[in-house]
């Protein structure tokens, strides 16, 4: 393994091949990017290294594609085996069996043995081969709906692909954190002016760090407040309040009029929660912030459902399911583990939009009607400033 982009290893004299690695944004799990070369002379077929961003076949280098080994987790060989690996989307029933849908028949991973050179050779480490783009990963399973040519950036990262903006933001704010603790300089000096050429990248830049360091305050808030609560968690009602509460931020810096008092403070203050609440769902959203996965997907985070465990467990539920379930013990690895796949597929993609509006309703009206979204809108934006949340026209779109 090395940091540094190199075709060969060193002292290999030139025997011995590199290849980029990319990691699966699920799990981690390592692909390596190449090139499959087949010789039109001798039909000898050879891998070289390919660039993430070279995703179409090239006549000039060969089919665009990846090779994954993990000796810990191999995919298996064995029809069966394959089929029970694959994602549900990729097969379809005819006659009573289970098979893998035409159109997807070319894309399962395919054997090759290779030697150190990147050629195919009997007594070679066997790779599992797949064209581009990455439709699913052989690790974890996580799958995606792609087109031929799209790209594979939201779906495999490589090192240092954070992006030209969020390299900017970061850099920019080490810089303003270090200047405000250098104290030879007059407190109006502690600052970090940039030139830039052009309009519009200055307001890109500027919204990225907006957002950034919303997104970073926001998450902060969440972990203190979920480290401080321990084991028990915080539950769904009391999420705002707890974040909030965490969050410690003086009343300038939300409330359009700093100076309210009593029960215009405790109004205020209810929707600056309500627009918290709406904020946190909503970046728990799976695949939102691609170079910044929210606090579930760091692992951060542990999402839990009240009485989950107690459904798994109670058999009278489970008598009319697939018979995978009912065979299954109750409360058995199998149950809970379909319950939490279930529950996380529902929430993550698509089942957000249901929760923000089960919170943007509050702790007080257990309300999920979507009216509720403009009304919240129109009551923080008469009581909040546009810079502590955002600009409220987005709501109307979110
Ligand atoms: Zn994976």
């Known amino acids: ?30 692909y390596f990017s190449v090139w499959k070369v087949t010789d039109t002379a001798t039909g000898q077929v050879h891998f070289k290294p390919r660039d993430l961003q070279d995703r179409v076949d090239d ?26 690996r694959l994602p549900d989307e990729w097969l379809e029933e005819v006659k009573g069996r289970l ?44 799958s995606y709906r792609v087109r031929r ?30 200047l405000r603790d250098e104290q030879s300089l007059k407190d109006y000096a502690r600052k970090l002016l940039s030139f830039t050429d052009n309009r519009q990248d200055a307001s890109l830049q500027a919204g990225h760090f907006n957002d950034f360091v919303e997104v970073s305050l926001l998450r902060a808030a969440l972990y203190k407040a979920a480290a401080a609560t321990g084991e028990e968690g915080i539950s769904h009602d009391e999420l705002a309040i707890k974040v909030f509460k965490a969050l410690e931020l003086p009343l300038e810096l939300f409330a359009r009029e700093p100076g309210v008092q009593f029960a215009q403070k405790a109004d205020t203050e209810k929707a600056f929660r309500n627009v918290l609440g709406y904020r946190l769902y909503r970046d728990q959203k799976r695949g939102w912030r691609i170079t910044s996965p929210n606090l579930e997907q760091c692992g951060l985070l542990r999402i839990e459902y009240p009485s989950l465990d107690e459904l798994c467990r109670a058999e009278s539920f489970w008598q009319d399911c697939h018979p995978a379930l009912v065979s299954a013990t109750p409360g058995s690895a199998v149950v809970c583990s379909a319950s939490r796949s279930v529950e996380r597929s529902m929430r993550q993609p698509v089942g957000t939009e249901l929760v923000e509006f089960s919170s943007i309703a509050g702790n007080e ?28 026209r987005r709501w109307a779109s979110a």
């Open 1 to 30: 393994m090395s940091l540094s982009g190199q075709q060969f290893v060193p002292g290999s004299d030139r025997q011995k091949i590199l290849l980029p690695l990319a990691f699966c944004r699920e799990c981690g799990a390592e």
């Open 59 to 84: 006549p000039d280098e060969g089919e665009a594609g990846f090779l994954y080994r993990d000796p810990a987790n191999p995919w298996p060989e064995d029809a069966d085996e394959v089929l029970a």
């Open 99 to 142: 098979k893998i849908r035409g159109t997807l028949r070319d894309e399962v991973p395919r054997p090759v043995c290779l030697g150190p050179s990147g050629a195919v050779e009997a007594g070679g480490l066997t790779f599992w081969y797949t064209r581009t783009p990455f439709r699913f990963c052989q690790n974890c399973g996580v």
């Open 149 to 178: 040519g799209s790209s594979d950036f939201g779906n495999l990262a490589t090192l240092a692909s954070g992006g030209r903006s969020t390299a900017t933001t970061i850099l920019s704010i080490s810089s303003v954190r270090f």
């Open 365 to 392: 009206a257990p309300n999920r009607r979507p009216e509720i979204l403009p009304a919240v809108r129109d009551q923080a934006g008469f009581r909040l400033r546009t810079a502590a949340y955002g600009d409220p």
